[in-house]
């Protein structure tokens, strides 16, 4: 066997995934095997290992598998002007689940004390709230362009 390819166990081990998820994903096409062995085994190249990675995180982001997929499959066949605004529509959707987080927050926050108020708002970062008036001057540039 290539020394470069991992079978599904292998791989599993390799990317901190169970045998099952690689099998759902390879079935609606979220990895691919790089080829088969004589006994039909798929094999998997070092590439997947990263792939599989990114899916993760971006599951931990909120993402579903069918929006990872297209944006997997479009970071292959984008131009620099189409990847500007494929981002640009990532952060859109980021920012669209983080105010719906926010608005599901909104009731429990209402209903603290004002010194545990301004514990919370201790913890929000300096750096948090410049990212997300950022995000909102893109998008608001975004949708002039």
């Not at 980021?94 to 514990?119: F, G, I, M, W, Y």
């Not at 750096?127 to 995000?135: D, H, K, N, R």
Request: one cysteine or more.
């Amino acid at each position: 066997m290539d020394q470069n390819l991992f079978r599904i166990g292998e791989l599993a081990a390799k990317a901190n995934v169970s045998p099952r998820t690689i099998d759902f994903y390879t079935t609606i096409g979220l990895i691919r095997p790089a080829k088969r062995t004589a006994g039909n085994y798929r094999l998997y190249g070092p590439e997947t290992i990263e792939r599989l990675k990114r899916i993760e995180q971006l599951k931990k982001e909120k993402y579903t598998l069918e929006e990872i997929k297209e944006m997997l499959d479009g970071w292959k066949r984008i131009s620099s002007e189409e990847q500007i605004s494929r981002k640009l529509t990532d952060l859109q959707l980021s920012l669209s689940k983080l105010q719906r987080e926010v608005k599901e927050l909104e009731p429990v926050l209402s209903r603290l004390k004002p010194h545990q108020a301004r514990s919370v708002c201790k913890r929000l970062m300096p750096q948090t709230a410049a990212c997300v008036e950022a995000l909102l001057l893109l998008i608001d540039k975004a949708t002039i362009l």
